[in-house]
């Protein structure tokens, strides 16, 4: 006999749990839409995001509002120190020298990451009541709540920027022909950092959604 209650868990489950992914998903989408080149660093991004909050929070006692922000800050300022130094000598070089870049950080970070943290698991707690909310036969995490909700929000924040937006219609152009765009007048270098900078922001949000979901570890 079928069960709809145990399918409507199954379904809501997994939209929620993609919606989360999505706001990890979203790193790869800005430096794509700029660069036309793909982030394989992106979930390393995510994981030096959450290894930040959790430093901040549960190692040096920081309320949760102040980690959050300043794990925020430090992915900004992480993603524009690696535009500059590493991938703005290989603009107008081919893609793939962007993306052996980014796989090569991939595999520092996933070297240092443990050996600067630990490889222990470190919990992190979002300032939101553990008890689920229940629907019928369904029982919602308020943790998976809140990712899908910051997903959402973010999704059409970006579809709109990348859309309507000067900034983002020039940043589209970058990733379409960076040399084009620099003799059209676009600061290519501009765009590179703000792509980088901006998937810094959503790297931060999605290690603090899934650390506090599943725990920071490398």
Do not use: C
């Not at 998903?25 to 030096?48: C, H, P, R, S, W």
């Not at 992915?75 to 020298?97: N, S, W």
């Not at 899908?148 to 309507?164: C, R």
Request: hydrophobic share 65%; aromatic share 12%.
């Amino acid at each position: 006999m079928f069960d709809w209650g145990f399918t409507l868990v199954l379904v809501t489950n997994g939209l929620l749990i993609g919606l989360m992914y999505s706001l990890i998903a979203l790193g790869f989408v800005l430096v794509y839409k700029a660069t036309d080149a793909i982030n394989f660093a992106q979930g390393e991004f995510v994981m030096l995001a959450g290894f930040l909050v959790a430093g901040l929070i549960v190692l040096a006692g920081a309320p949760f509002w102040v980690g959050a922000i300043a794990a925020i800050a430090g992915m900004v300022a992480f993603g524009f120190g690696l535009e500059r130094v590493v991938l703005r000598p290989l603009i107008g070089r081919p893609i793939i020298a962007v993306i052996m870049a980014t796989i090569g950080l991939a595999a520092v970070l996933r070297g240092v990451g443990p050996l600067i943290f630990g490889a222990e698991t470190r919990a992190l707690s979002l300032p939101i009541s553990d008890e689920p909310i229940v629907l019928g036969p369904i029982s919602l995490p308020p943790v998976q709540l809140v990712g899908a909700a910051l997903s959402l929000a973010f999704l059409a924040g970006f579809g709109w920027f990348f859309l309507k937006s000067r900034m983002g219609v020039a940043m589209r152009a970058v990733a379409d022909n960076q040399q084009v765009a620099m003799a059209m007048g676009i600061h290519v270098e501009r765009y590179f950092a703000i792509a980088w900078g901006l998937a810094g922001i959503v790297s931060a949000l999605g290690g603090i959604a899934w650390g506090a979901l599943l725990g920071v570890r490398w």
